[in-house]
């Protein structure tokens, strides 16, 4: 009998080095996170810690490090865990720097207290609390938590759609007008009539991470959110089926030496932080990066759909992000020294590669968004009343029991084929085992690629 099941390409884990790799393997064995999970978090964190003071410079201009990424995932895929396990450390530096914030606001309003009480002027600036991360901010709080920390901050939320709502829930503005001119940088300036002054930052470098679920994906990027390139700009990261989690309470724990070595690699990369750095390719970064972006280019113009063409051109500019990320990454984990911050040949293959991944899961994902969302309820019913396995004949009788003529039947084949349905054979077909159902009252829906 033939088996059909939704297989994502693998996380290239050969774009890390060794270290790197060998954490996260540990963690999957030791913890069962889901691999691509734990790399997608780790790479969240890396990009961070990158800061925006580390630059590459090109002749497109000057390129940052930070990125948006999106775990997605059933319910019980294990998406969170990873992502806490990962920024852990700089939680433990955030609560490290309230503490210590606390007491320096307590010893201003003394100082202030004090020098008025004498007739005097302190002019010293209020306290500023350095952080790492985010998790539960508004927009306004968010725009100064940026201006209070120009080398980046980052953002985690465990419901990502419910972040992108949250964000303006106290206006009218189009909240993903903010993420996306987070995302290139540009200054930032909010006004709220409960506050006497705005508040704005010029210098903004903003990483995202957070987790949602297939249907909640779909339907926040219905409509003019998908087109607004907001959704090209998320890195997908879709895990399903990624096998039992079994349970092993006899293995021998390996966390200590893992969190060991994961802290001494976010210090080595955090200790430069504050350093402004910048970055060039060299002669075998160039035109790997060019053969590559003018390929799938050529390729896509001639023979692409719109929306992947579309996806490709925002996810293009990942690649020189994660050209400068993987090498600040692999100098680090390596012990390399480079001090003419030269971005070689290898790691801008390994930031194609990358790119690639990212490509192929924001297109399956969206292929099969797009898809559903041409189909007429009749068309959703025909689908869901589908088995797995069916030929033409079996097809078109469903069809007919619902009103569908043998026409209309082909032009429903025509839209799932490749995406909700795969061909084994002339005639015969299997449904996608996908955790995105298809029905009378889904109203967005669905997943990725198929493989028999």
Not at 208 to 221: D, E, K, N, S, Y
Not at 327 to 356: F, M, Y
Not at 376 to 391: A, G, I, W
Request: hydrophobic share 40%.
């Amino acid at each position: 009998m033939l088996k059909n099941s939704f297989i994502f390409d693998p996380f290239p884990l050969g774009v890390f080095p060794p270290r790197i790799r060998d954490i996260i393997k540990k963690l999957h064995e030791a913890c069962l996170f889901p691999v691509a999970y734990t790399a997608a978090a780790i790479l969240f964190v890396a990009s961070l810690l990158v800061g925006r003071k580390r630059r590459l410079v090109t002749t497109l201009g000057t390129t940052a490090a930070n990125i948006y990424i999106v775990l997605v995932g059933v319910q019980g895929s294990g998406k969170s865990r990873p992502v806490e396990w990962a920024t852990k450390w700089l939680v433990e530096m955030d609560v490290k720097a309230i503490q210590a914030h606390r007491e320096a606001v307590k010893e201003w309003y003394e100082a202030q207290a004090n020098a008025k009480k004498n007739g005097e002027v302190d002019d010293t600036p209020f306290p500023k609390c350095p952080r790492y991360l985010s998790n539960d901010s508004t927009q306004e709080a968010l725009v100064k938590l940026m201006g209070d920390n120009p080398a980046g901050i980052g953002h985690y939320a465990d419901e990502f759609t419910k972040l992108v709502s949250d964000y303006t829930r106290y206006t009218k503005s189009r909240n993903e007008d903010f993420l996306l001119s987070a995302f290139t940088g540009t200054p930032m300036v909010t006004d709220r009539v409960t506050h006497p002054t705005p508040e704005a930052t010029s210098e903004v470098y903003y990483c995202l991470i957070g987790t949602t679920q297939p249907v909640r994906l779909a339907r926040m990027m219905d409509g003019e959110r998908f087109t607004s390139g907001f959704y090209a700009r998320c890195l997908l990261v879709p895990v399903y089926d990624d096998g039992p989690m079994l349970w092993d309470l006899d293995r021998v724990p390996v966390l200590d030496e893992v969190n060991k070595d994961y802290v001494d690699f976010l210090e080595a990369l955090d200790a430069d932080r504050q350093t402004p750095m910048e970055y060039a390719l060299d002669k075998d970064a160039s035109p790997a990066i060019q053969v590559w972006q003018n390929g799938w280019e050529e390729r896509l113009a001639v023979d692409g759909k719109q929306h992947e063409l579309a996806i490709f051109r925002k996810i293009q500019i990942y690649v020189l992000k994660f050209a400068l990320l993987l090498q600040v990454v692999w100098d680090v984990a390596e012990r390399k020294d480079n001090p003419n911050h030269i971005i070689d040949g290898c790691s801008a293959i390994r930031a194609t590669q990358l790119c690639d991944y990212f490509f192929g899961a924001s297109v399956d994902m969206a292929s099969t968004f797009l898809a559903e969302a041409t189909l007429s309820p009749k068309e959703r019913h025909l689908y869901s009343l589908l088995p797995q396995e069916f030929d033409s004949a079996k097809g078109q009788e469903l069809a007919e029991k619902i009103g569908l003529g043998k026409t209309s039947y082909y032009a429903f084949l025509a839209k799932v084929k490749g995406i909700l349905v795969s061909q084994v054979s002339r005639g015969h077909y299997i449904k996608t085992q996908s955790p995105f159902v298809v029905d009378d009252s889904a109203s967005r829906s669905k997943s990725r690629r198929a493989y028999s």
